[in-house]
DNA sequence: AATGAATGAGAGTTCATTCAT
DNA sequence: GATGAATGAACTCTCATTCAT
């Protein structure tokens, strides 16, 4: 006999779960999204939703966690492999803003939708977040060492105000028009704009 | 009948309830944050707050509004005083640093909070937002047309950017020691990071 | 303007609740009975329920705790003022079981629907039930150092067997027929039984 | 394929799901148990136990039904053998508490559990427990007729009281320390009560 | 104007039961 | 027979809002 839902198919649930809660908590946002509305989308049953998240907040800490995660692998296993500081950073900001580019629900997941829940964002944000932060003021650091950068300026400021500035980008361009190819466009522009800054 | 709360008399009970809504806001977030609570903050009946605010959402929005009003009134009205694109450009960036200065709770409800409030967000506080980020661009324009700033670089671009790292250096401040000054210093860095960015 | 329910006036939510309690609890369980039912049933909000009680569980904790109270405390402040143990015991039998004539509702909240709460049986009504075993175990000692009881049971057996024995009838009376007077008519009998059982 | 479990062989599964069902409930009472709890607790997969019993409360109904077909059997076998209502009285007080010591659990599901679902209660335990009575009370008019009992007593009414004595001892015991052997000496008591009592 | 008791719609989560394998 | 992933109905409790006083 056939499913109900022809769509149903082995294991593929998480994932799909995951797929469908970027969809409709862009769309809604997290409180106004129910979990019903998940699993309507993501084509299984409210309950099926509790197999794999303990919870409505956990699903959207896994939706941040899986990305921040894969930016922040990439920069511990391909950053070192660069030469210069320079080239780090910029990479650092082509990569940010290129993992959203065509993903304007999941862009604004990032961006809006994750500080919607309080607890979430300073409980169990929080320390990943710093983490990114971090990885960022070593690379002006590191830049600073090699006379590549200015030193009157904080490392550490410096990652704050880049991750705004892209964080701040990638927001507007997910509640605006949302152009396609326009997130890489923006990239060169914003790496040329922090690295004349950081310039000696 | 003697009042229960002494602090109560004449008529400051809409500016008492819009303070207490910082606070509670800030501490607890606008979803967890009950009506209640706001009004026993306030020193009110839960009543008392639909006398002067229609839903608890307008109560965030009027929030948000009395401050960005601030911000443009003060664009509008004194940033034309001022000669040059480079002056005006710094100033900006110190008013909307120096207005959060001292008010960790006001920046959290400013950065995070706001963002809780889907509806809020994309209905009301986005037309009042582009006015801001457009006033910026407009300096910026200003600069590049008097070849102050380098052409190369979109003025709304710069504008997003801007915005952004201020954004992000509130936010990550007022989440973590938010250190008395600290705001106001960073006000300069970041001034010299962006006029740098864009000097020709 | 008349309120929707006629029935609703002053500050009278409190008892028509509890009221309305012992009625839906009695027809249907504990666990069958939604905290909407008993909502229905007092002819309040649900919401208003728990203006008055914490949860479900303390509404059915209510209810057993004022009934108990009232055993207590008549057995604190009368029984000393009767003579002799044969007429203490013989008047605990009477009140017991005549707190439950004409309430049959109440009497299967007693004995039956109380233990469909595990946790409260435990936690709550333990303490309160341990205390009546013994205050009539302390009857039965005095009438044993009094020489009018035989010496060789152990009075608090001989409670926890009358205890057992009274609430067997009840609860017996209040799953059957539950005929009016039926109970008042046993108590004298069951009187008889353990008293002549006692007798040295 | 071997099995995960060990212990798991031929068709013994029924009375490992009984027997892990009387551990479970006693714990946690019935409603708080989930029918995986005691598919656990048994080593089988959650649908097994709706191989063997068609519901949970099936499986509380079974657990009941077993232990009572074993008095009710030994009554009508065993007690006919037996000279005098006395002595007959006397081995029915010894049976059923004798048929608990050393099961503490059982006897908190058989008093206190049985009693948390109503509809089983009242739809299916009623009979058997009504046939039980008759049993007793039977036992009691033999008496009245013979001469060895009092006559002004409803035998009925005697039949109630002494379960209900046993009940409640057995209760009291489970809830309470359980001693070991504690619940056969006691038998001994509540015989020589009740028989006291009923001396014409 | 101010109060705060009352409302009741609404949502997250649990868990008995099923059935394809 | 045995499994356990999937289901989805059901329920407690919360809280923004109202309105009689």
Redesign the pocket.
């Known amino acids: ?1 056939p ?3 022809g769509a ?1 198919r082995g ?1 593929d ?1 998480r994932p799909r779960i995951l797929e469908a809660a970027v969809r409709v908590f862009a769309k809604n946002g997290f ?1 106004a ?4 509305d998940v699993a309507r989308a993501a ?10 998240f303990k ?3 956990e699903l959207l800490l896994s939706l941040f966690e899986d990305r921040v995660e894969k930016l922040l692998s990439y920069m511990r296993s391909e950053l070192p492999k660069l030469e210069g500081a320079q080239t780090k950073l910029r990479r650092v900001i082509e990569v940010q803003l290129g993992l959203l580019e065509g993903e304007r629900d999941l862009a604004e997941v990032l961006t809006v939708i994750l500080r919607q829940s309080t607890k979430l964002l300073k409980h169990y944000a929080a320390p990943k977040f710093t983490a990114y932060l971090e990885a960022i003021a070593t690379v002006v650091t590191e830049g600073q060492e090699a006379g590549d950068f200015r030193r009157d300026v904080s490392p550490l400021l410096v990652a704050r105000a880049t991750w705004g500035a892209l964080d701040g980008i990638a927001m507007t361009w997910a509640l605006g028009r949302a152009e396609r190819g326009a997130l890489v466009r923006s990239a060169g522009q914003v790496a040329d704009l922090v690295l004349r800054g950081l310039r000696p």
Do not use: C, F, P, Q
């Not at 084509?43 to 794999?52: H, K, N, S």
């Open positions: 006999m499913r109900k839902n149903s294991g649930k409180h999204t129910r979990v019903s084509g299984v049953a409210d309950g099926t939703i509790y197999l794999y919870s409505k907040d």
